[in-house]
């Protein structure tokens, strides 16, 4: 299976992460998506069905859990796979996410782009 | 009763002794012979009322026996053949002719001689005939007989009639009752059946008296000098004597006695059917002992008696004996008595003599007693004392006027004493100015706690008065408690006074003002010691550290913000770096990949410091989760080691795992075990230089996981061992050395162990090495709830 024909969308309100992580999927040949804040994010979630999300939390206007649950509510979006991006590996955030049907969660910085990717990779059964 | 007023009265020894021997000697005494006199007494009274019994018995039997043989004397004379033939020859006489018939009086004439010497002989007041029918044919006493049927006039003698009858019925001798006629005497009729050839012609009767006895009253024997037998009958209220007795030979029939009358009581018993003995006054108004009865048979009552004086004759010579030997004892006791009280009083006497003259003044006098008992004893002692005091007057002479030498000396050293006194005071308040002055809180407790001295810093800090804290217990008035849980935080200043040294407040202490105010303080506590290392006092200063709290608290939350802004920078540099590294972008040179990576690692290091700050904001905030689950202890372990590999196999350490087999699985929070684990570990390996070696050892002790690490690396010197824990430290030695550190980690790891409910200490020594210990408790790390996790 290639990462032609999948789609990944990144929200996150620093645009120099957003950006990082943009280009490290885009070179990985994924089709990317990028919203600035939850409330970009969803409709783009929305608009273009994408087989991942990978979600900051702390986010201005709508932030990360807002549109966590807002997104819930969809008939598609109910399903969707959320991997959970946080500088603040915040206990509490982290286990209300997870009530919501987030499949990990990372903290930036702990982790290389090429985890991420291959984190990803595995969901979503590329070899 | 008695003992009190013996006790209170003033009495001299021998009236007291004197009074006391009677009284322990007289009572048994008088006691004894009241006992003695009383039971001979009742022996004496029991024993005579017995021969009196026996006497009345002899009496009675030998009445029945007079009268009885009256009776047979009777019976013969009805059977005499002139008795038959005179009979039949009145009754003849009297049914032909009548008594006053000159035939009747021939044949009277004829037979009045015999039968009135029957009549004498036997010495019957009469002797008569009555015929079958019941005619009186002939009687001795009367001249002519006067024909009186006794049958059928049944008034004209009753007691003759009953008997009358009674014989012509049953054809037997019979004997009426003995009546006591007024002004006269006794009287009674035996009557006795006559029979002619087997055909019954008449009754002989004879009247009879009771004379016939007085010889067996009059018998004394065994009455003594008073004894008497009386004989008494009753007619309606009267009771009259119908014997002669002793004490009135003519009183038959004349002496008597009224019935109820407080004379004669055992007649009076007698005849009112009574058996019985008893002390008396008899008829003569005489005190007697009497036994007293009734005799049926004749209606008679008898009293056998004797004098009672007589009777206790042995007894009251007793008595009176007993008295004269009570005397002459009595005489003795006080005798005896009055010596000995004066055997003891004397010497006493002599001894209050000699203590009067002492007491005077003349302390040479003596006591010279010579009983050879307790007295002779009391007069050594006094004696001895009379010496000793001799001897002590003269002492106290001797002291006396060494006192008045002395007394003079004192005098001077006072007004030196006076003057360095007004030093010390000038010092004190030297002191006190000064103490005052200081602007912190200081006050100082003695060795049990109270509070001695109390400045004006620490008035105002905690809002108690000089007066309300001094002389108080310091834990009465100064509430020091922990911010976090409320107990008390007072301790350190008695660890101070027990253990002799300097004890810091811990760091959430709070001082709860008197307005309840609560501020945090910081303070210590330092034991005084006098010369002999003994706690005299302690000194306690303390702080309101309010504002330096808040500094520390805005200090925190700054550096949790700007490591917070750090990370996304640092998380940006680092992937782009990663992707130019991974030649995601086009292939890079030698060089160009040296640099890239050097610019990686710096990123990196920047990371770490930026976590480990995170860290320690979050433990200083208190807001760091603990989450025990059941983990492997071993496996947590061999991972972070190989987390370690590559420096390692860079600086060729020896890495020796020592790991004990039987390791329960226990509760650890994994993300804090990892710190602790990888804090230890990595700084043993960056602090030993190349071809060291690192031992790893994990076992049980006691309730705990030990975890050991031993390196042989660069140790940590001495002096700096007590800050070894302290945040930012980091040891002199291994700055020059090129290795990279926080001086945050072992910081970290401190508060993580001992949150978690662990311990840990180290021991090391320069240039041979440090061996980190640290437990975890096999009951597993203690749960603490926060909202943020550490970062490893």
């Keep these: 299976m290639s990462t032609q024909n999948k789609k990944v969308l990144i929200v996150e309100d620093e645009t120099s992460l957003r950006q990082a992580i943009f280009d490290k999927f885009e070179r990985e040949g994924f089709q990317t998506f990028q919203g600035k804040d939850g409330e970009e994010g969803l409709n783009i979630a929305l608009k273009e069905h994408p087989d991942i999300i990978l979600l900051d939390i702390i986010m201005p206007q709508v932030d990360g859990l807002t549109m966590l649950k807002t997104l819930r509510k969809d008939e598609w979006g109910k399903n969707a796979q959320v991997l959970l991006l946080t500088n603040l590996n915040d206990a509490e955030y982290v286990a209300t996410a997870m009530e919501s049907g987030v499949f990990d969660f990372l903290v930036k910085s702990d982790w290389k782009l090429d985890d991420l990717v291959v984190r990803v990779k595995e969901k979503l059964g590329i070899v | ?792």
């Design chain 2, 1 to 792: 009763m008695f003992l009190k007023y013996f006790k209170k009265v003033r009495l001299n020894l021998t009236t007291k002794f004197v009074v006391l021997f009677l009284t322990i000697s007289l009572v048994p005494l008088i006691i004894a012979v009241y006992i003695s006199y009383d039971s001979s007494r009742k022996v004496l009274e029991e024993k005579a009322a017995y021969q009196l019994y026996q006497i009345s018995d002899n009496k009675v039997y030998q009445i029945d026996k007079y009268f009885s043989e009256a009776k047979k004397a009777v019976a013969v004379l009805a059977r005499m053949p002139s008795t038959i033939s005179s009979m039949e020859k009145f009754n003849q006489a009297f049914q032909e002719h009548q008594t006053n018939s000159l035939e009747y009086l021939v044949i009277d004439k004829e037979l009045r001689a015999i039968l009135l010497y029957f009549q004498e002989a036997s010495k019957y007041d009469d002797l008569f005939f009555i015929s079958p029918e019941g005619n009186l044919t002939f009687s001795t006493v009367q001249k002519h007989a006067s024909g009186i049927n006794y049958l059928t006039d049944l008034k004209a003698n009753p007691d003759l009639t009953a008997i009358l009858k009674s014989t012509i019925a049953l054809l037997e001798t019979k004997i009426s009752t003995f009546k006591l006629i007024k002004g006269d005497k006794i009287r009674a009729y035996i009557t006795s059946p006559v029979s002619n050839e087997g055909k019954f012609i008449g009754v002989i009767g004879v009247q009879i008296n009771n004379e016939g006895i007085y010889d067996v009253i009059k018998d004394y024997t065994g009455l003594g000098k008073t004894g008497e037998i009386v004989l008494v009958a009753r007619l309606e209220d009267q009771i009259t004597l119908v014997a002669p007795s002793r004490h009135d030979p003519e009183g038959a029939f004349e002496t008597s006695v009224e019935l109820g009358s407080n004379h004669g009581i055992a007649l009076q018993k007698a005849v009112q059917r009574e058996k019985s003995w008893g002390i008396t006054t008899d008829y003569k108004g005489e005190k007697v002992l009497a036994t007293w009865r009734y005799l049926p048979n004749y209606q008679w009552g008898l009293v056998v008696k004797m004098n009672a004086d007589e009777i206790l004759k042995t007894a009251n010579e007793l008595k009176d004996r007993l008295a004269v030997v009570g005397t002459i004892l009595l005489i003795m006791i006080i005798l005896i008595t009055v010596l000995m009280a004066r055997s003891v009083s004397g010497p006493i006497k002599k001894l209050t003599k000699v203590a009067a003259t002492i007491s005077k003044g003349n302390l040479l006098a003596r006591a010279r007693i010579n009983t050879k008992d307790e007295i002779e004893e009391l007069a050594n002692s006094f004696n001895q004392m009379t010496d000793n005091l001799l001897k002590t007057q003269s002492r106290l002479k001797e002291k006396s006027e060494q006192l008045a030498i002395n007394l003079g000396q004192i005098e001077i050293q006072n007004k030196e004493l006076e003057q360095e006194k007004n030093k010390v005071s000038q010092e004190k308040d030297k002191l006190n100015a000064i103490l005052y002055g200081i602007g912190d809180g200081v006050f100082v407790v003695d060795p049990d706690y109270k509070i001695m001295i109390f400045n004006q810093e620490a008035e105002i800090i905690s809002g108690i008065t000089y007066k309300e804290a001094t002389g108080k217990r310091y834990d009465h008035v100064l509430n020091f408690i922990s911010e976090k849980n409320g107990k008390s935080n007072g301790k350190f200043i008695r660890e101070a006074i027990n253990s002799g040294e300097i004890r810091e407040t811990s760091f959430d202490t709070v001082l709860v003002k008197k307005d309840n105010e609560k501020i945090p303080v910081a303070g210590s506590a330092a034991p005084l010691k006098d010369s002999d290392g003994n706690v005299i006092s302690c000194v306690v200063v303390f702080r309101d550290v309010s504002k330096e709290r808040e500094i520390d608290q805005a200090k925190t939350e700054f550096v949790s913000l700007a490591s917070h802004q750090l990370r996304t920078p640092l998380s940006t540099v680092s992937w782009y770096a990663e992707m130019l590294l991974d030649e995601d972008v086009g292939k890079i040179n030698k060089d160009q990949k040296k640099y890239l990576q050097a610019l990686y690692d710096a990123n990196h290091r920047m990371v770490e410091l930026v976590n480990a700050l995170l860290n320690v904001s979050r433990i200083e905030l208190g807001t760091f989760a603990i989450d025990p689950e059941p983990i492997k202890f071993l496996e947590i372990a061999d991972s972070v080691i190989k987390e370690q590999t590559q420096q390692i196999k860079e600086k060729g350490l020896k890495i020796e795992k020592n790991y004990a087999i039987d390791l329960p699985i226990i509760n650890a929070d994994p993300r804090l075990l990892r710190i602790i684990l990888q804090n230890l570990i990595s700084n043993a390996v960056k602090y030993t230089p190349e071809k060291g070696s690192i031992t790893i050892e994990i076992s049980k002790k006691d309730s705990d996981i030990l975890v050991k690490v031993k390196d042989t690396g660069y140790g940590i010197p001495k002096s700096q061992q007590s800050k070894i824990f302290n945040k930012l430290f980091r040891a002199d030695n291994v700055l020059n050395k090129d290795c990279d550190g926080t001086g945050l980690g072992l910081y970290i790891v401190k508060s993580v162990v001992e949150q978690s409910g662990g311990k840990i200490w180290f021991e090391s020594e320069e240039n041979e090495g440090t061996t980190f210990f640290t437990t975890i408790p096999l009951i597993g790390m203690k749960k603490k709830k926060g909202v943020k996790v550490l970062a490893s």
